[in-house]
């Protein structure tokens, strides 16, 4: 498997970018990210992981696949209810 990782500059600059598109574009609507993962088809993976780890997007073999930590689902959001 060839991995390969995002430089933190890059990681930080990618944050920012997506952050500011959400403040574009999203003004007081929520954004639910289960609904976009699923009209998406993403493989989207609930476990417990080390408390430092709160998600991660993998792209492997053409998908992508997210993980989520589920002991770091703030409360009351809809991703609670799968805790």
Known sequence: ???KMISKVRKKYLNSLAQDIVDLYT???KIDPEK???NNKVQTI???YDAEFEGMT???DG???VH???DNIPQNTILTLIK
């Open 1 to 3: 498997m060839n991995v």
């Open 27 to 29: 003004w007081e609507k």
């Open 36 to 38: 976009i993962l699923l």
């Open 46 to 48: 609930y476990d417990k």
């Open 58 to 60: 993998v792209f492997r």
């Open 63 to 65: 998908e992508f696949h």
């Open 68 to 70: 989520i930590n589920t």
